[in-house]
């Protein structure tokens, strides 16, 4: 979806301003997963799934510690994971994809979380999204995580008129220069995070709102919007 009369280097040109002035307001952008490894990454997460990330936060250094590698996931007690993980949701599902894949990294990796978009996609309950956050993050290896509020603000940006995941990802990919695309996902998330919300986006406080063709979906008022900004996120 382009604004009318948009061509294509007039929407490349104006996301990359958007994000641009995305990264001026939040300079401190960055996945919001505690980690130290990639396996700390990948496990947090498959956590994070319909949770939220200060959530998982709380849960996952007391799981870190009592499960420091895959060959512990692979052979762990699965009551015993289920109790740990209970507060991020959907516990004994999430116990079991994390079960299957220690043994999965243990069986086909040596235990170590792969560097490869190809090989992680093949591990159990691990999607596009969670590899390239592991891969962005704990590889740095750029990649764009199209989770809710990445596809949610492309397209209210006008960047994409898709709702497919992997769809979403390759117009976003033929917009951004490759080295952006880890830091422009942690930007375009923040901001869902803290202002372009789903409801009631905070309009009359936002920074690039001169270049949202969604202005106006959420109050424009600059008292009323400034309510609605929220200092961290909680997604």
Not at 54 to 79: C, K, M, W
Not at 126 to 140: I, P, S
Not at 207 to 218: N, Q, S
Request: hydrophobic letters at 35%; a positive charge.
């Amino acid at each position: 979806m382009q604004n009318a009369g948009e061509d294509p280097v007039a929407l490349k040109r104006r996301a990359r301003r958007m994000v641009k002035v995305l990264g001026e307001t939040y300079p401190d952008a960055h996945c919001e997963l505690d980690f130290r490894n990639p396996l700390e990454l990948l496990v947090a997460t498959v956590l994070s799934a319909q949770c939220t990330d200060q959530r998982v936060n709380a849960v996952t250094p007391a799981l870190f510690t009592a499960y420091p590698d895959a060959e512990a996931y692979a052979g762990a007690d699965r009551e015993q994971l289920e109790t740990a993980i209970a507060p991020t949701g959907f516990f004994r599902q999430k116990a079991k994809t994390l079960q299957t894949l220690g043994q999965a990294l243990c069986d086909r990796y040596g235990g170590e979380v792969p560097g490869r978009l190809d090989d992680l996609v093949t591990l159990p309950g691990v999607g596009r999204k969670t590899a390239n956050v592991v891969l962005g993050d704990a590889f740095g290896v750029p990649g764009i995580t199209v989770d809710t509020h990445l596809g949610r603000l492309a397209r209210r940006f006008a960047w994409t008129t898709h709702t497919d995941p992997e769809k979403i990802e390759q117009d976003l990919m033929a917009l951004f220069p490759r080295k952006d695309w880890t830091i422009m996902s942690h930007r375009v998330i923040w901001h869902g995070r803290r202002r372009c919300h789903a409801r009631r986006p905070a309009c009359g406080a936002c920074p690039i709102a001169r270049w949202c063709p969604a202005f106006g979906e959420g109050p424009t008022d600059p008292d009323e919007a400034a309510r609605l900004v929220r200092d961290s996120g909680r997604g």
